[in-house]
């Protein structure tokens, strides 16, 4: 995607979709129109640092795509990276209407005027992994979400393979990502920015309690993704004509709590200190012990960037990020 081109982020005051409007923007790109709900949380200064031709609510934009689709121009690339993406969120009737009525209206309003669609799926569609965390799978019917953002997610992936749509957009089951951008999150941010954040004021870090005998207490593993890695590999998916379908993104590896927060303290330079907590009893039985992306669709496609290692992604964002407090374009 280096030429110029008109492009959409939905999305786009929020964490990943600004990242992408930040890397876009490396790429030279500045054409693009970004849409949000902006209400009274901060993210909007996400926004500040970043080059884009307008801004338009996420409201607005649903009206005029249903109402007068032709005032909205052409687009190259729609990036549909809008969502509400709680986990304990318990609107399940928002939920439907945000993430999956909503993205049915813009894939097939992509599809109609030719723009390249590429929209966030989400790795909490595999649930708690038993039936496997493969973007290969034919038989998505199989996979059984633990918690209502999973199922609005996974509802649009089982639509766009029903209506025959999945091998002409892009879905992107991204795994744990964190990074810069992510303050305005609140409970949902990344758990470096919490610890940050903890160490900070108390010079100590909590941890979740394992209550599986097959783990002990922060030896739970995940697929942490740095942002600017996922964006890396988004662009590189929208710039593939062959590419269509659901892809994993993730790093490939499955690291610890424990490796995960030993980091945060090392680019502090301080001491691990660590406090195991009981896990609220609502979380239990929703609990993922163990995530790890397996990206050889993605790189069947020609993607051959090594992913930034957890250690060096985290001191870049301690250091150059969160202790400084500059968001990604400062």
Partial sequence: MSKPQSILVTGGAGFIGSALVWALNQRGQENIVVTDRLTTDEKWKNLVALKYADYLDAGD??????????????????????????????DAGHLMSNNF????????????TGARFVYASSAATYGDGTQGMDDKMNDLTKLRPLNMYGYSKHLFDLYAQRAGIAKRIIGLKYFNVYGP????????????????????ATGRVQLFKSYRPDYRDGEQQRDFLYVKDAVDMTLFLAAQPLAGGLYNLGSGEAHTWLQLVHAIFSALGLPPQIDFIDMPETLREKYQYHTCADISKLRSLG?????????TAIADYVKNHLAPGKLLGD
């Fill in 303 to 311: 993607y051959q960037q090594a992913l930034t290692p957890l250690n």
């Fill in 181 to 200: 951008n992510e303050n305005h999150k609140g409970d949902m941010r990344s758990v470096v920015n919490k610890a940050f954040d903890q160490i900070r």
């Fill in 101 to 112: 009525e909503y993205t049915k209206v813009l894939a097939h309003w992509a599809i109609a």
């Fill in 61 to 90: 934009l649903l009206k005029r795509i249903e109402n007068q689709p032709d005032s909205l121009g052409k687009f190259d690339a729609v990036f549909h990276l809008g969502a509400n993406s709680a986990t304990t969120e318990r």
